[in-house]
């Protein structure tokens, strides 16, 4: 009987090809087992530097993005409007104190008006100019622009040096016959500002005592706010008749831009307007320049946040320093300040919580 075997040489083929399948089969569980353990580890790393990274961000303590936040509030302290602003008024000081000036000189054939031969270009706006205090002249010149919509109590000279700094004037007037010369001045000496402009005579309701109140100026008083193109505006001017409550009608009403809009009164000296002036938020900022002559009140809208403070800190400084050849800060902004340092005062005395006690007596005094 014979039986079948294989040769060696038969079965090598087959022994080698075992053997490589081992090798492959070792090979790949060890990588297998590699990744195994290796997803944890870098699972486990992963959501630590996620962790981290949201400890660091909510504890601040992220050099890079403090640093950054930093950067943004210096830029913002130096190019917001409250910024440029608290500029403007340092600029007219350093000018002031240098015996300097800025002046807009203009043809005699485009002067609006007369005044005084006391009231010289180095006090007093020339018939170029606004008839206001030289400097808040300056820093009016330096924080209009002209993407602002602009409303005046009273024309002249202020309307068509306003024109060019702004996109568009309201101008309220109760002499009608003043309001036409000013329009020919416009038509024919600024004809291509003409469209920018609205003028408005709106007469008196019967005749006044001095400056004039409420009762002789209702619509005129009112004007803007019951038949004006605009309910905000970026600058107002109180500087006509029945100042006080024009005045009044501006912060009853809202009138001034929320952002960051401006508001004016001249000849802030005057008793009669005091009341008024002290109506303007202590937030708003503040600058007024005074002399012998005149004193002429500037305010910022503004809402008391890091850079109103800083900007009025400023003003503040720079007012304090002035008293050069008699103008010096204003009573006005005076007592603007008195104001704002009293509810500051006011704000620290107040209990910041109530014990059962003092909570008890609130409740008896309300009852």
Not at 243 to 263: M, N, P, T
Request: glycine fraction near 6%; charge should be neutral; hydrophobic fraction near 40%.
């Amino acid at each position: 009987m014979k039986f079948c075997t294989s040769s060696p040489a038969t079965n090598e083929p087959r022994r080698r090809t075992m053997s490589l399948l081992k090798s492959v089969l070792f090979t790949l569980a060890i990588v297998l087992l590699l990744v195994v353990c290796t997803l944890p580890c870098a699972s486990a790393q992963s959501a630590h530097r996620r962790h981290t990274s949201v400890d660091v961000e909510r504890n601040g303590t992220s050099s890079v993005r403090g640093d950054l936040l930093e950067a943004r509030l210096e830029a913002r302290l130096v190019t917001s409007s409250p910024a440029r602003f608290a500029e403007a008024v340092r600029l007219a000081c350093a000018h002031r104190r240098a015996n300097a000036y800025e002046t807009l000189i203009c043809p005699p054939k485009e002067m609006v008006g007369k005044r005084p031969t006391s009231h010289t270009a180095t006090l007093i706006g020339t018939t170029c100019e606004p008839w206001i205090q030289r400097d808040t002249l300056e820093v009016l010149n330096h924080v209009l622009h002209g993407g602002m919509h602009a409303l005046e109590w009273s024309t002249g000279s202020s309307t068509t040096w306003l024109l060019p700094h702004v996109a568009s004037l309201v101008s309220i007037e109760h002499e009608t016959g003043w309001l036409n010369d000013v329009r020919s001045a416009v038509t024919q000496q600024w004809p291509w500002l003409a469209s920018r402009w609205t003028g408005v005579a709106v007469p008196n309701t019967k005749p006044w005592p001095g400056d004039g109140s409420l009762e002789e100026f209702r619509d005129y008083v009112a004007w803007p706010r019951e038949h004006g193109p605009r309910q905000l505006y970026d600058f107002v001017s109180v500087d006509g008749r029945a100042r006080s409550d024009c005045l009044r009608e501006v912060l009853k009403h809202g009138l001034v831009s929320h952002a960051h809009g401006i508001l004016m009164l001249d000849n802030a000296e005057r008793a009669e307007y005091r009341e008024a002036a002290d109506l303007v938020p202590t937030e708003w900022l503040c600058a007024s320049f005074a002399h012998r002559i005149d004193e002429t009140v500037l305010w910022m809208r503004c809402t008391g946040g890091t850079l109103c403070v800083e900007a009025q800190a400023r003003i503040d400084a720079e007012l304090e320093a002035l008293n050069w050849n008699g103008v010096r800060g204003g009573d006005t902004w005076r007592r603007h300040q008195a104001r704002r340092l009293a509810k500051a005062n006011a704000n620290a005395k107040a209990p910041t919580d109530l014990t059962p006690a003092t909570h008890r007596r609130h409740e008896s005094a309300s009852s």
